[in-house]
Every structure is written in C-alpha cells, then in structure tokens.
C-alpha cells in the first residue's frame, strides 16, 4: 500500500505545494516559513503538539486561513486570494473537520449534492447517484432521508466524508477528523480514511491518532511551534525520531 513516495524527484508536479508560507496572529507567529510538497496518491499525517500549527497549517491549503507571504499551489496552479479562481480551486480541495459542518436542515443525500449541483453544474439525477454510490461507499446509504442530528457522530463524519468526495477533489483535507467523536465512533471513521488511503486519494491528514499514522500514511511530517522540525516514514519517526522535540512528544504519549 505504501508505494507511493514523496518528494517530487519524478519530475511530475506536486499535487499541494507549499513555498516559505507564513502565517501571524498578531504578534504570534502559527507556521514559519512552510515547505511542504505532496505527490499525487501520496498520504502524509501532520503531527505535533497543541499549538503547533497544524490545523492552521491545513486551512491555510484551501484558504480558510489566509497566509501573510509565502506561495500555496494546487496541482501546479498558484492559490489566489480571492474570487471566482479561488472557488474554482477550491473545489479541487475536500475538506473534512473536527465538527462534520453538515447542513443541519438539509438531509443527508441533500447535504452530498449541494456542491456537485451548486458549484460543478451536475444534474440533480447524476447527483443523486453520485451521492448514492458515495454514502454506499462509506456506509450510511440507509441513512440518506435523515437530517444530520438523526445520526451518530461517527456517521456524520462518514457523511462529510462523502460530501468532500462528491466534489472529487484532487486533494483530501482532515483536520483532526475524529477528534470530536466518541471512543467507540471513532474506528468507523478511521477504517473509511484507511480505505480511501489504499484506494490512492492523495490526504493530508492532522490527528493524534498514531495508529492510523503508522498504518496509512507514507510520510510524517512533525511540527512544533509553527515550524516543521522533521519529516520521515512512519516507522522511522516513531522508532527513531530525530529532534529532541519529536522525542519528547512521543514520550509523553507513551507514558500517558
């Protein structure tokens, strides 16, 4: 599963780019001078601790956050700030966050279809089936009549799952995915990222969780202080890491 490997020595154009990216807030500086590339089929897991700059790290990739300087690309293409070249970009980028963001007044199928429908032009009917295939995909297709409330919080992130596939993106976001889940939600959820892992969707994926991190992903990138410290395979990272940083940060999680 693991056979895609990062960097861009192919010579084929990185599917996220990110060029000296900074970020402040305030007199706070969140990602300091950020580079960071992505291969297509490529699964990196962004790890570090609280405040870090992760999550600002993987808004930043779609422009939820803006960015003070710096260059963000997309599949060769540079992010722009605003308007209609941003949107178009955007949906070359799923997202999926801690807090699902569904439509709470729209049913689930309704909640898969907006984007395809809104923003791509599908006819309600492909839509429809898109969606179908998609809530199949990841389990919940009996679930397609009910509004999000009706569901657990494990099926509602398969639900933002399936909306952020609906778009086909180039690029899978997931910003601590199951950090709002119940214990026994959060397998579920972590067995559909593993699938869509192996079936090759290109994923930048923050999380604590270190067993997927050493299942799924090909590289890890660890962050402290909005810096990126060290890059490395799963299983050098976690036997070996190489910043005192890095080390600590495991040693507390073994001990805890």
């Known amino acids: 599963m693991k056979e895609t490997q990062s960097g861009s020595g192919s010579g084929e154009t990185p599917v996220v780019r990110m060029d000296k990216v900074n970020k402040h807030y305030g007199a706070l500086h969140v990602l300091q001078d950020i580079e960071l590339e992505v291969t297509r089929g490529e699964v990196v897991v962004v790890l570090g601790p609280s405040g870090s700059g992760k999550s600002t790290l993987c808004r930043t990739i779609n422009r939820l956050e803006t960015i003070d300087d710096g260059d963000i690309y997309i599949d060769g293409t540079r992010l722009p700030a605003e308007g209609k070249p941003l949107a178009q970009l955007r949906a070359d980028v799923g997202m999926v966050f801690q807090s699902f963001n569904l439509f709470a007044h729209k ?15 599908m006819k309600k009917a492909e839509a429809d089936k898109l969606a179908m295939k998609l809530l199949t995909r990841v389990g919940v297709a009996n679930q397609k009549d009910k509004l999000p409330a009706q569901l657990s919080g494990g099926q509602q992130q398969r639900v933002a799952i399936a909306r952020a596939l609906a778009m086909k993106p180039k690029v899978m976001l997931f910003d601590e995915p199951t950090s709002a889940l119940d214990p026994e939600m959060i397998q579920e959820v972590l067995d559909t990222m593993v699938e869509l892992a192996e079936e090759g969707m290109t994923m930048i994926v923050v999380t604590h969780e270190m067993g997927f991190a050493r299942k799924a992903a090909h590289r890890v990138v660890f962050m402290s ?22 080390k600590d940060f495991l040693g507390k999680l073994i001990t805890n």
């Open 107 to 121: 049913s689930i199928l309704e909640n898969v279809t907006l984007g395809p429908i809104k923003v791509k032009g």
């Open 225 to 246: 202080d909005g810096a990126i410290v060290e890059e490395a395979k799963p299983e050098d990272f976690f036997t070996n890491p190489q910043s005192d940083r890095a």
